[in-house]
């Protein structure tokens, strides 16, 4: 049973709009969520995370929202860059259990120059 | 942050066989993780490997099918044995990023495999 979704597997975007990509979650027990970004060929780079007891966290351009009562939340990146581009996962991890972190399936941006 | 290797950066290989998929970290680690991502599908944790100790599994993976070694702090493998093509997957291993406020991981590049 997938816990973290994402249920968008592409979005596109014109250069200096606002990205937003979102992320559903099933697990309550879930404290720390973590953005990640992907480049083909390079493993998940850490981008940002937020805690549950925050509803806001951010960082340069980029803005992670935590909507606790709904179990969801979203990545805002603005401007958005063509260098952007990229495939973002979504991540829980529960009960400060940082070796255990679940992943959604992923969004694939990408920025139109 | 950690700056971590893997090899083969790409296999392909017959079902049946086994590959070995080594991952190197430049700096000494407790933990290690090794993941799976199959197609179109999320990364899945299958264990976590420490060193001197036993590899711990998740559900759903078993040590036959996916032996780990961690000889030292730096280093450890994950061997996919009797392939099929199910296991077609990026297989990557990561590290906690201990400087990193907290629960960051970091991962290697990973391992694209298909099994024909």
């Known amino acids: 049973d997938q816990q973290v979704k994402q249920n968008s597997p592409s979005l596109s975007v014109q250069e200096g709009r606002i990205s937003i990509l979102n992320c559903d979650y099933t697990?309550?027990?879930?404290?720390?969520f973590l953005w990640y970004k992907k480049y083909p060929a390079e493993g998940p780079t850490f981008l940002i995370s937020?805690?549950?007891?925050?509803d806001k966290n951010e960082d340069g351009r980029f803005t992670v929202f935590l909507n606790k009562s709904a179990k969801h939340l979203s990545l805002h990146i603005v401007p958005s860059q063509p260098g952007d581009s990229a495939v973002y996962f979504c991540?829980?991890?529960?009960?400060?259990?940082?070796?255990?972190?679940?992943f959604g399936t992923g969004t694939r941006l990408t920025v139109i120059p | 942050s950690a700056v971590i290797s893997q090899k083969p950066s790409r296999d392909i290989c017959q079902r049946g066989t086994s590959l070995t998929i080594q991952c190197q970290v430049d700096?000494?680690?407790?933990?290690m993780f090794w993941y799976r991502q199959q197609p179109g599908q999320s990364l899945t944790l299958i264990a976590t490997?420490?060193?001197?100790?036993?590899?711990?599994?998740e559900s759903g993976f078993v040590i036959d099918k996916f032996p780990i070694s961690r000889p030292n702090l730096t280093f450890s493998t994950l061997t996919v044995s009797n392939m099929s093509p199910e296991d077609s997957s990026i297989y990557l291993c990561?590290?906690?990023?201990?400087?990193?406020?907290?629960?960051?991981?970091?991962f290697g590049p990973g391992t694209r495999l298909t099994v024909l």
């Open positions: 490997a420490n060193q001197g100790s036993e590899a711990t599994y």
């Open positions: 990561s590290v906690l990023g201990s400087r990193t406020p907290p629960f960051g991981q970091f």
């Open positions: 937020i805690s549950s007891i925050k």
């Open positions: 991540a829980a991890s529960a009960l400060g259990g940082a070796n255990n972190l679940f």
């Open positions: 700096s000494q680690v407790t933990m």
């Open positions: 697990n309550s027990m879930f404290d720390y």
